[in-house]
């Protein structure tokens, strides 16, 4: 799965699928998590996000699971549509304040 | 409300020019991060701003500045450009500590 710092290219699903994006986060301090999403030629738009004294949260047809245990943090997509296909970026936030994202993984959906 | 403005949208520059790029914050958002993104890498943050100071600093050369204006809108700076400048710039801002960022959609800076 991603990794802040290395990352999972691509990921294909069928429409009407459920998807689920992995990423491992780096530091173990971390205490709030965003997943956003950015499709071609815009910026990143907020997903949803965690704060690190959870471990799911739930948003329309989006889920954000946390495991602090092995630094795993995941995004399960519901029903997955065409409009969904765009590249995926996690975030952890630690020490100074600042966001540390991924390299993103990129979602098809196939018609 | 209106989300986060950034302009221009594209920018070509030269080799050893400079570049200015403007980024206008959500109202009432005093914080405004720049980030640098380019293909294949994840977004690297450069810096944040809040009330007008610098806040956090990211691991890029002094060719690289920005400054904020006391009604939270911010200008980036990157001087004698090179090749490697090449990339999406995209401006953050938030409501305060710990509160998630809101995304311009970027300008997307080619030197040639």
């Known amino acids: 799965g991603e990794s802040v710092g290395l990352h999972l290219p691509t990921l294909s699903v069928q429409e009407g699928d459920n998807s689920i994006i992995n990423c491992a986060y780096s530091n173990s301090a971390s205490d709030y998590f965003i997943w956003y999403k950015q499709e071609s030629g815009k910026g990143p738009q907020f997903i949803i996000d965690i704060r690190s004294n959870m471990d799911k949260r739930q948003g329309q047809r989006v889920t954000v699971l946390l495991n602090k245990t092995v630094k795993h943090l995941s995004l399960q997509i519901a029903a997955t549509q065409p409009g969904d296909s765009a590249v995926y970026f996690c975030?952890?936030?630690?020490?100074?304040?600042?966001?540390?994202f991924g390299t993103g993984t990129s979602l098809t959906v196939i018609p | 409300k209106a989300g986060v403005t950034q302009t221009p949208r594209y920018l070509i520059k030269t080799r050893g020019q400079q570049v200015t790029l403007s980024c206008s914050p959500i109202s009432g958002h005093r914080s405004v991060s720049w980030y640098q993104q380019t293909p294949g890498q994840g977004l690297q943050f450069l810096f944040e701003y809040f009330s007008e100071t610098q806040r956090n600093k990211g691991n890029f050369p002094g060719r690289f500045s920005g400054r904020q204006f006391s009604n939270s809108r911010s200008e980036m700076n990157v001087s004698t450009l090179e090749l490697g400048d090449s990339a999406l710039y995209l401006c953050?801002?938030?409501?305060?500590?710990?509160?998630?960022?809101?995304f311009g959609s970027g300008t997307q800076l080619s030197v040639l």
């Open positions: 975030a952890e936030k630690f020490s100074g304040n600042q966001f540390y």
């Open positions: 953050a801002s938030r409501a305060g500590e710990g509160e998630k960022l809101f």
